[in-house]
């Protein structure tokens, strides 16, 4: 197992890729801290799963842009298995299609809040128990790179925020913490089933080289990847996963 003994925490874990993820570190032999933020279903039913197949997880409720709930998750992950060595940091989301016209303050400041300043706070309260070894990943998005679809300006920033955090988080942390992100593109989650028609997702899975859209499992094993010891030469980057659908 890739990360036998390792502790990790899933920020956005109760469902679609930060579910998977849980459950692919487990399954590579890391300790689980899973946060979630209304879906408790899927993060205790990850914690069954994983303690049904003789790993050690836990789920707890917390909302990643405000300090207590982070600092309360750092804590009881540190009281549960005494160190951290990933932080996998997968909150985040669109919370709806506005353009620029109707831009509002506050939904530019929420989506920002969302998912950059979230980031910044996981990664700040896990950094004084990470030792060298230790990994970050964190979700991006392909909008980071292209600008994103109609309405999602602020999503495609606080993306491109992300991006820019993890190269400049690699030169901080370096050598001791690898630092890296993931840029999905269509993958098959809630996040398509609310913002994205289904006919747009049909034609960008059959204009991408591999046919079809990913599928959070596919997201969660590079992640995991990513965390491991067989990427210890990886640190700063932005990782495309979408099917081919963009190079960068």
Known sequence: MKLQGKTAIVTGGGRDIGRACALELAAQGANVAINYHSSSEGADSAVAEIKAAGGNAFAMQGDMTQEADVKALVAKTVAEFGKIDNLMHVTGGIVGRV??????????????????TSFMLAVRECLPHMGPGSSIVSMASQAGRDGGGPGSGAYAASKGAVMTLTRGLAKELGPNIRVNSLCPGMIDTDFHNVFTKPEVRT?????????????????????????????????????????GMLFS
């Open 99 to 116: 353009t620029m016209l109707d831009m509002t303050l506050e939904h530019w400041n929420k989506v920002m809040t969302l998912n950059a």
């Open 203 to 243: 034609h960008v899975a059959n204009v991408t080289p591999l046919k079809r859209e990913g599928s959070s499992e596919d997201v969660a094993k590079a992640a995991v990847f990513l965390a491991s010891d067989e990427a210890a030469f990886i640190t700063g980057a932005n990782v495309d996963i979408n099917g």
